[in-house]
């Protein structure tokens, strides 16, 4: 268990892939981002992401979907269900464990 990755979220991930466009960028390249099921949820969220004042979309040249999305990625959360999902998240692994049948479907734990 690595208990700092409970600290990681939407904006870790987006960074860490804005320093690999930011570098494509800067090689002279065009990009265009893609992702397959949750990555293309990802990809979507990045052309939409504010980085300090510029929106991710203008660093892309396109995007690329692939059977887009996760079922449920853009359902929203009240305030109760995201202190829930806080709170059961300090207690639980941030990692999807796709072998144990009492794991984490779509950001929510099942008991």
């Known amino acids: 268990m690595v ?11 987006l960074d860490d892939a804005r320093q ?9 390249g065009r990009v265009i981002l ?5 990555g293309a949820s990802l990809a979507a969220a990045y052309a939409a992401w504010d980085f300090d004042g510029r929106p991710g979309y203008k660093d892309l040249s396109g995007l690329v979907l692939i059977d887009g ?8 959360f009240d305030l109760a269900q ?7 998240l300090e207690s639980s692994s941030p990692f999807l464990d796709l072998l144990d ?9 099942v008991r």
């Open 3 to 13: 208990p700092f990755a409970r600290e990681w979220g939407m904006k870790t991930a």
């Open 34 to 38: 893609g992702g397959h099921s949750l």
């Open 101 to 109: 049948p009492r794991g984490c479907r779509i950001g929510r734990v």
């Open 69 to 76: 999305g996760l079922l449920g990625s853009f359902d929203g």
């Open 82 to 88: 995201a202190q829930d999902a806080i709170a059961q």
């Open 20 to 28: 690999v466009v930011r570098l494509a960028v800067a090689r002279g």
